[in-house]
């Protein structure tokens, strides 16, 4: 089954679904119907939708709201745009989503509940904007504070990469190194030497590990290290890619202290960013921190929820920001500031700076931290594989001097 988009010959555009073997085939049959086919791509079962449940990245994303946000100024119909910008995405669930999704509009369903339909593509932050946006229409607003959104997150991650991966790579590769040095050694070169023993009498040299001069208890205590650091890589590795639980990582990596700090700071730093972008775009406050709350974890979403409720029975701005209990005495007067003066925007600005200069500190003492101590850890590995292998030769050349 293939889906298309195609122009009629009064120019008017349609979608439809062929059922055909190839693509070949398809061309032909929209072709026939007298239709002059834009886009053809195979159609996706549902169950390819749930099993890929990461099947948008943060790239894919800014680049779906900015287009949609350009196409809306430019006075297109929410569901032909949505069909244009489907035929120029590359991952194939992406592209199935928004077929669907323009579907349901032309049926009468609203933006945001069409979306909510595929929570593994578009996420609940993104979902939660559009809602909040139909309320007081301004989805062009919406869709530009999405992608800004999205656009600092990307920076913030690929930042956190680079200062992890360099030196993360180096001691995963120092680790694999190692242990193909040793298998090999264990496997080649003592076989060998027990052959020496069989054909040259007299030779002592060693046949194991534990015939030389390294201490065999620190080799065994550092193989079964690396044995386990390299096995949870592969299981982990192996439990993303079959089951995606992208989040079940995030929680285990959370509970080191400073990872768990960063994501935290980060957390709250995006809650404000949307907060800020969404009282600049004069969204109703509760609207604002209700889908603002779709990036903090379940703890926060609490907090958030409670804030609201202070503000429907009629508490003031501080009283519920107070109560979320994640800001400072300092950040809670900066509220109370700009509530007297009626500036809560200029309130939430300063937030975010202060939560912005305060992430950079604890990324930058993270990587001067994690990048010595990978480097320090790797060395070591370098040092014991010199040991292994040197010690060994020497110990050969030892024997052999002896012998003779």
């Known amino acids: 089954m293939y889906k298309y988009l195609g122009r009629q010959q009064n120019g008017h555009l349609v979608k439809g679904r062929v059922s055909s073997k190839s693509i070949f085939d398809a061309l032909e049959q929209i072709k026939s119907k007298g239709i002059s086919p834009i886009a053809v791509d195979r159609e996706l079962r549902f169950l390819d939708l749930t099993v890929r449940s990461r099947a948008t990245s943060s790239s894919d994303l800014i680049f779906f709201a900015r287009q949609l946000s350009s196409f809306l100024k430019k006075s297109f119909s929410l569901s032909e745009c949505l069909i244009l910008i489907s035929a120029d995405m590359e991952r194939a669930p992406l592209r199935e989503a928004l077929f669907n999704v323009a579907e349901d509009i032309e049926r009468g369903e609203s933006f945001s509940n069409a979306l909510s339909k595929y929570p593994l ?29 999205f656009e600092i997150e990307e920076k913030l991650h690929n930042k956190l990469k680079a200062n992890i991966l360099y030196p993360g790579s180096f001691l995963f590769l120092t680790i694999v190194a190692f242990l193909c ?57 192996i439990i993303h890619f079959l089951t995606r639980k992208k989040h079940l990582f995030q929680r285990i990596f959370s509970c080191l202290p400073p990872i768990g700090s960063i994501r935290n700071q980060a957390q709250i730093l995006s809650f404000l960013r949307i907060l800020g972008e969404m009282i600049k775009a004069n969204f109703p406050l509760d609207s604002a921190i209700e889908n603002s709350s779709a990036v903090l974890d379940n703890k926060g979403k609490a907090t958030a929820d409670r804030a609201i409720q202070i503000l429907k029975n009629g508490g003031t701005v501080s009283d519920a920001f107070e109560s979320m209990k994640i800001f400072s005495d300092s950040e809670l007067w900066f509220i109370k500031t700009g509530e007297k003066s009626g500036g809560i925007d200029w309130s939430i600005t300063n937030l975010i700076r202060f939560r912005e200069t305060d992430l950079e500190m604890r990324i930058g003492i993270f990587a001067s ?24 030769l020497i110990d050969v050349a030892n024997s052999i001097i002896e012998g003779m």
């Open 121 to 149: 593509v578009f996420p609940q932050v993104f979902t939660g904007i559009i809602s909040a946006s139909e309320k007081i229409g301004s989805l062009s607003t919406a869709l530009d504070i999405s992608a800004e959104f």
């Open 181 to 237: 040095i040793v298998s090999f050694m264990k496997f080649k070169i003592f076989p060998f030497f027990t052959w020496l023993i069989n054909d040259i009498k007299g030779l002592n040299v060693p046949t194991s590990f534990n015939q030389t001069s390294f201490n065999p208890q620190i080799l065994q205590v550092t193989l079964w290290v690396s044995a386990f650091f390299i096995g949870s890589i592969f299981i982990c590795t």
């Open 369 to 392: 931290i994690i990048q010595p101590l990978f480097i320090f850890v790797g060395g070591l590995y370098v040092w014991i594989t010199c040991r292994v292998v040197f010690g060994s």
